[in-house]
């Protein structure tokens, strides 16, 4: 266990590192304007501009202003360029409403993916596994913009249910959930069509185990050797995928979502700093995202080994 | 991204494996590909949404006749202060207050304007065959390069399989749309190359590279398996090149899973690029795609919400009828489900 | 032995599959009995219909494209027409099954002990956990595991195959049951592995008086622990009689080749050659009249006719088979060499 947790420690350390190279890259390799000139605003001096410059390392070679911006964004001292605000306390603001989106999306997308899932699964062939197949196939086709765009009018505009966007704080819960209701149910959209195919193909597999076939043996009803044999063996895929997903989701992978319903979420504020070319908040919100990847995946490994008694926690 | 299953093809539970055997096997002297084709044209729902999709791709390829035959007007021609007659009486294009023209079910703005007073008909055409521009190259893009990694990735093993394997560890670790809107947005300003940065194959690639890991994983896994297997040593006892055996060899018993990919990866390219131009880092205006559409359409609710159902139900019916078609293809090929129960 | 109780009585039982490309026949017309204390053995190649056959009795080839026919009579009851609910309270109990593989028979998620436990209690809800642990670690013991006290917390990963199947037949005797069905108990197991567990079925077998039906396909394990035997080929019961009929004077030249061929592995335990040329015909579209005939170097033209599964030895009327030639010309046939087997020319035996 211990040598496993460093093994991932040392995993995440790397990715971490190379992931925040990728990114200055990405934006440090293309014409950028004048770094110092934004952070400084256009009132800024000459002699302001060069300790900027100085500061941020923006006069020296590109692995010395890799080096100072990640100081900074360890320190916690980081700046956007554009709007000269604390990095960190942006995304500080922005996390109550990413969060409160990824875990109640991912609390529905897991129920209703495992619930679909097994209906289409024992229904096999059958019209509730054909219907539940049909919009699985329409869910994971639709953008989800596309989706929140007519929530928001047909639900928000023209009936009027749920608000026209934004976020409400936790403090109003009424409001809070009317406001990410639709968000919810239109960022779980794609994962319950996934999860559910995903767990449908899983159990018809499952399903034909030789140990199955001994539970039904033993004179176990189906519903026992579906929820203890079947269920349990074909659940373990499943949540290494919602792990997965739900850690890109909480680091801003819900972008589109937060986007359309204008959360200002943690993936709004990314989306709106690439247009600005904005690289500190970028680097530290890919980065973050990273760092749950790396970090729920060891966690769904912890998991796996509880769930799947095979599996040990080697390095 | 993958999405997983097929469609009721399977047996019930208590059939014994040895019977399953027995009853696949029975075709005899057809190769897997006739086999492959045969279950597939007895699938009339995949067939279906196949042509479906082959009438979206061909309508799209003549959108120029359509502009110049039918609706008399280019994707990004403004016709904002004009008038046209529906029903005998005169309509501005786009009211006074900015209110754009709905359907008229005519020749002429068939399925209305947007602000600009653009052809909606024309534009979703023209946008169309640029969404599946992009999605096609970038499928091609990931296809090839995942084939060439995740082949040599599992076949040479060791460093280079470390190596390989660490680098798509890293794109995997970036949420897809943080990935791509940054690339897009700056390879957008400066151009791959050659290529200016308003190009389609700017989105292109970037969609392309952004899915390599996904397709790259499984063919490894894969390989790694056909490693073990005699014909492999036979042709290296043979004194046959690496590149000899990885291209006779190997990647014939990967292709099915390649073709299994395709689709799936067409569709998820076209998502991707839609989302990416939602975000203004795919393709670029005043070049129309669905993606862009449905973004102005989001821009203009609640005024005009066709703008969004147009260009939205097409994308929609578009991927879904290559996610179908492609689950089709899937079950045909994979060996799981060779019986199927007589209905 | 006790007093002859028939325990199982099978008639006439035909199971089809409906599959894309036709009906498969894999079960077609068997009778047979098992008594009390009797071991019977069915020996035939695989998808020879001797699984399915018994997976019938129990329900487990149950689904929506298998069609039945026949009886089964067990304990008053027909387990063919049986419903679902009925079945359910048979299996584990009354009639318990050991299955071929035991490496995946065992559900890997849990301890051996909580599936044996899962085993006593879902026909006795109402013995306690700890109760039902106690009677888990007696089943181990019987079935010679040792250290069962603390080996009930182990995963079956950590069993090997021998362990794993002395596992399953603890959970098979966990009721008590009248009749054991073991389905190729011993195939996937090691040699010596193998006699050990015949061993420990022939044991339970004195010591509770059930039935039990073995399948196999290798007439060596048959040998040292079957009572009776009925050999299948292609779906059917092509001959069956007592232990020493088959081995000393059998009738079918579908038994004569797998005779030969256990002489054979005997010689040589390396070689696993095909004792029959040729393959089993489809069940989709199996030949007409004798199932065997195209593998058949005897066959002749009245071969083409079903023959009736008779006794056609007048001193063993216990003792039918299904072939039309006279049982003298049999007796000249199947000798090949010194000992029994199955003759295509010179080759069978080099």
């Known amino acids: 266990m211990a040598r496993f947790v460093i093994r991932r420690l040392l995993a995440a350390v790397g990715v971490l590192i190379a992931i925040s190279v990728v990114t200055f890259l990405i934006f440090q390799a293309i014409p950028n304007g004048d770094p110092a000139q934004r952070i400084g605003g256009r009132t800024a001096n000459a002699a302001e501009l060069a300790l900027i410059r100085h500061e941020w390392g923006f006069d020296k070679p590109i692995y010395v202003q890799y080096i100072k911006t990640m100081g900074k964004i360890l320190s916690g001292t980081v700046v956007s360029y554009s709007q000269n605000l604390n990095v960190l306390d942006q995304i500080r603001q922005g996390l109550p409403a990413t969060l409160s989106l990824a875990i109640g999306a991912g609390i529905i997308w897991l129920g209703l993916g495992i619930l679909f899932g097994v209906i289409t699964a024992v229904r096999a062939g059958r019209f509730a596994d054909r219907a539940l197949t049909v919009l699985a196939f329409i869910g994971v086709s639709s953008p989800p913009f596309f989706l929140g765009a007519l929530a928001i009018y047909y639900v928000g505009y023209k009936a009027n249910i749920i608000p026209l966007g934004g976020y409400s704080s936790l403090s109003h819960p009424w409001s809070w959930f009317k406001h990410l209701i639709a968000p919810w149910l239109v960022l779980s959209v794609l994962f319950i069509g996934i999860y559910s195919r995903v767990l449908r193909s899983t159990i018809l597999d499952i399903q034909h185990e030789d140990y199955v076939r001994t539970a039904r043996a033993k004179g176990l009803s189906e519903r026992q050797v579906m929820v203890r044999h079947i269920l349990r063996n074909s659940l373990i895929p499943i949540i290494s995928l919602w792990g997965l997903d739900f850690a890109q989701v909480i680091g801003g992978g819900a972008i589109l979502t937060e986007s359309v319903f204008n959360l200002h979420g943690v993936g709004q504020f990314a989306a709106q700093s690439i247009q600005r070319l904005d690289v500190p908040p970028v680097l530290v919100i890919t980065m973050l995202t990273a760092f749950f990847v790396v970090l729920l995946g060891a966690l769904v490994d912890v998991i796996y080994a509880f769930l799947d008694p095979r599996i040990r926690l080697s390095g | ?343 | 032995m006790t007093a002859p109780e028939t325990l199982l009585q099978v008639e006439d039982l035909r199971v089809s599959f409906a599959t894309e490309e036709g009906v498969v026949r894999a079960v077609d017309g068997i009778t047979f009995t098992v008594q009390a204390g009797e071991v019977l053995a069915i020996v035939g190649e695989s998808g020879s219909g001797k699984s399915v056959s018994v997976m019938t009795l129990m329900g487990l080839t149950r689904g929506q494209n298998a069609r039945f026919e026949g009886k089964a009579m067990f304990d008053g009851r027909d387990l063919i027409a049986a419903s679902d609910a009925e079945l359910r309270k048979v299996r584990g109990a009354a009639i318990a099954m050991v299955f071929q593989d035991p490496m995946s028979s065992l559900d890997p998620v849990y301890r051996i002990g909580a599936q044996i436990i899962e085993q006593i209690r879902v026909h006795e809800p109402k013995v306690s956990k700890a109760q039902a642990l106690d009677r888990a670690v007696d089943l181990m013991e019987r079935v010679g595991i040792p250290r069962a006290r603390d080996r009930v917390r182990s995963y079956p990963h950590e069993f090997s195959g021998g362990m794993r199947q002395r596992v399953m037949i603890a959970m098979a005797l966990a009721n008590s049951p009248k009749l054991l069905i073991a389905d190729e108990p011993t195939t996937a197991l090691a040699v010596p592995i193998q006699a050990q567990i015949l061993d420990e079925l022939r044991r339970l077998r004195d010591q509770t008086g059930a039935g039990i039906i073995l399948v196999t396909h290798d007439l060596g394990v048959v040998a040292d622990i079957a009572d009776r035997i009925a050999v299948m080929y292609a779906g059917r019961i092509v001959e069956q009689g007592t232990l020493e009929d088959l081995f000393y004077d059998p009738q079918h030249p579908y038994t004569w080749g797998l005779l030969g061929s256990i002489t054979r592995v005997d010689r040589n335990r390396a070689g696993k050659l095909p004792a029959i040329p040729g393959q089993p015909p489809s069940l989709l579209a199996p030949p007409e009249g004798c199932h065997f005939r195209p593998r058949c170097p005897h066959a002749f033209d009245r071969c083409t006719e079903l023959p009736e599964l008779v006794s056609r030895l007048p001193e063993a009327p216990e003792h039918p088979d299904r072939c039309w030639l006279e049982p003298e010309r049999k007796r000249t046939l199947r000798q090949v060499g010194d000992q029994i087997g199955l003759a295509t020319g010179e080759t069978v035996i080099s």
């Open chain 2, 1 to 343: 991204m993958a999405v997983g299953g097929s469609t009721g093809t399977e047996l019930s539970a208590g059939v014994p494996a040895e019977l399953l055997v027995e009853a696949a096997e029975l075709p005899a002297g057809i190769g897997p590909y006739r086999l492959a084709w045969r279950r597939l044209s007895r699938n009339h729902g995949a067939l279906f949404f196949g042509v479906i999709f082959l009438v979206i791709v061909v309508l799209c390829l003549l959108a120029p006749v359509y502009s110049s035959d039918i609706a008399h007007t280019g994707p990004n021609d403004n016709h904002i202060t004009e008038q046209i007659k529906i029903g005998g009486k005169l309509t501005y294009v786009v009211s006074t207050i900015g209110l754009p023209i709905g359907p008229t079910w005519h020749s002429k703005f068939f399925l209305g304007a947007d602000p600009n007073g653009r052809d909606i008909a024309v534009r979703l055409l023209y946008g169309g065959r640029n969404s599946l521009e992009v999605g096609a190259v970038a499928t091609l893009i990931t296809i090839v390069l995942a084939a060439i990694i995740g082949i040599a990735a599992g076949y040479f093993r060791g460093w280079t399989d470390g190596l390989l394997m660490r680098a798509l560890d890293v794109i995997w670790a970036f949420p897809v749309y943080i990935l791509g809107v940054a690339l897009g947005v700056s390879l957008a300003i400066s151009g791959i190359g050659p290529l200016r940065g308003n190009s389609l194959m700017v989105p292109a690639f970037v969609i392309g590279v952004v899915f390599v890991p996904y397709v790259a994983k499984p063919i490894r896994g894969q390989v790694l398996g056909l490693r073990e297997r005699e014909f492999i040593d036979a042709a290296r006892v043979q004194g046959l090149s690496h590149v000899r055996i990885m291209a006779s060899e190997i990647f014939p018993n990967i292709a099915s899973t390649i073709i299994v990919f395709i689709p799936l990866m067409l569709a998820n390219s076209i998502l991707l690029e839609a989302g990416l131009s939602y975000l203004g880092a795919g393709v670029q205006p005043p070049n129309p795609s669905w993606g862009t559409m449905i973004a102005d359409g989001v821009a203009n609710i609640p005024a005009a919400i066709h703008l969004v159902l147009v260009p939205g139900i097409m994308l929609v019916i578009a991927v879904l009828s290559i996610n179908v078609f492609g689950d089709g293809v899937r079950d045909a090929l994979d060996p799981r489900a060779k019986v199927r129960i007589a209905r």
